[in-house]
């Protein structure tokens, strides 16, 4: 069974900055597969925010995403990274990290992620 687990969610100032980490646990490597990172905001349906390719490392981003946040993967420390700058308060959300083989615009709508992490909550205040 493949565990996913989000970490640096917190609040923050509309402006700031924040990294969030995704990190694989029961020796699943995050390298070898696709890895989204998702939000749902509450009330709102779930949102594909960056994707990043297994294959190539090759990167996706959702419009709102676009400039701001970065995705990234440390295959050393088996970690997928998400660097998100300028937050804004509608960034606030629960965000979910998923592993699959889709890339691209498929991964973003959340199709082929077979697994997920539980979330870390990003408040971002005005």
């Known amino acids: 069974q493949v565990q996913l687990v989000e970490s640096g969610g917190k609040l923050v100032q509309a402006g700031g900055s924040l990294r969030l980490s995704c990190a694989a646990a029961?020796?699943?490597?995050?390298?070898?597969?696709?890895i989204g990172w998702f939000r749902q905001a509450p009330g709102k349906e779930r949102e594909g925010v960056a994707c990043?390719?297994?294959?190539?490392?090759?990167?996706y981003y959702s419009d709102s995403a676009k400039g701001r946040f970065t995705i990234s993967r440390d295959n050393a420390q088996n970690t997928v990274y998400l660097q998100m700058n300028s937050l804004k308060p509608e960034d606030t959300a629960v965000y979910f990290c998923?592993?699959?083989?889709?890339?691209?615009?498929?991964?973003?709508?959340?199709?082929?992620?077979?697994?997920w992490g539980v979330g870390t909550l990003v408040t971002v205040s005005s």
């Open positions: 998923a592993s699959g083989v889709s890339y691209g615009s498929t991964c973003l709508m959340g199709y082929g992620m077979d697994y």
């Open positions: 990043i390719r297994g294959s190539d490392g090759t990167t």
């Open positions: 029961n020796g699943f490597t995050l390298g070898y597969s696709g």
